[in-house]
T-cell receptor
Framework: GAVVSQHPSWVICKSGTSVKIECRSL??????MFWYRQFPKQSLMLMAT?????????EQGVEKDKFLINHASLTLSTLTVTSAHPEDSSFYIC????????????FGAGTRLSVL | AQTVTQSQPEMSVQEAETVTLSCTYD???????LFWYKQPPSRQMILVIR??????QNATENRFSVNFQKAAKSFSLKISDSQLGDTAMYFC???????????????FGKGTHLIIQP
């Protein structure tokens, strides 16, 4: 149990286009999901906290108009990278907090975004 | 703000040996959670072990155990009888409980690349 599906696993887009990444908790409800960014050979950096039915909370330095987060249901959060540019190329990973299980978060497999 | 420090960028040991990865952290919180995550080449994050700060007993999961020293703010991971499949990046992570009773985001260290040699 506790599977998190992230789609797509790899996306290539042209500069100026928008890209949507989906994060789904397949067998549990997740009131809270998180989005992280990982540059090559570096650690994960928390970008934002996604709460079902309310606005996301962004970490300092993360542009909320660039990275739009929607958490419309208890099993789905989406991250849209708007007007993507080459510097947005990165590995994006989501995680979902299993309600009622305290501290445990489960991670998606990540999305590799390449902006040409 | 919390910080997590992993001072070993890379470690290499022979198969079946025991290896210890170090992690220190800084926080003003009294209650929090600490984790070790493994990230193999597939880049899928896998939870290795979790420790709750209010529990004095060190967590263990089969071949994996931690040495949690709260006063020293140290949280090392010991891997016994290392196996080739243990080769991966290992991240130490900190999380403080959310005030709303839910969850907070994780603060990660920079990671240690562990290589198990045959």
């Amino acid at each position: 149990g506790a599977v998190v599906s992230q789609h797509p696993s790899w996306v290539i887009c042209k500069s100026g286009t928008s890209v949507k990444i989906e994060c789904r908790s397949l067998d549990f409800q997740a009131t809270t999901m998180f989005w992280y960014r990982q540059f090559p050979k570096q650690s994960l950096m928390l970008m934002a906290t996604s709460n079902e039915g309310s606005k996301a909370t962004y970490e300092q330095g993360v542009e909320k108009d660039k990275f739009l987060i929607n958490h419309a249901s208890l099993t789905l959060s989406t991250l849209t990278v708007t007007s993507a540019h080459p510097e947005d190329s990165s590995f994006y990973i989501c995680s979902a907090h299993l309600d009622g299980r305290g501290s445990i978060q489960y991670f998606g497999a990540g999305t590799r975004l390449s902006v040409l | 703000a919390q910080t997590v420090t992993q001072s070993q960028p890379e470690m290499s040991v022979q198969e079946a040996e025991t290896v210890t990865l170090s992690c220190t952290y800084d926080t003003s919180e009294n209650n929090y959670y600490l984790f070790w995550y493994k990230q193999p080449p597939s880049r899928q994050m896998i939870l290795v072990i979790r420790q709750e700060a209010y529990k004095q007993q060190n967590a263990t999961e089969n071949r994996f155990s931690v040495n949690f020293q709260k006063a020293a703010k140290s949280f090392s991971l010991k891997i016994s009888d290392s196996q080739l499949g243990d080769t991966a990046m290992y991240f130490c992570a900190f999380m403080k409980p959310s005030t709303g009773g839910g969850a907070d985001g994780l603060t990660f260290g920079k990671g240690t690349h562990l290589i198990i040699q045959p």
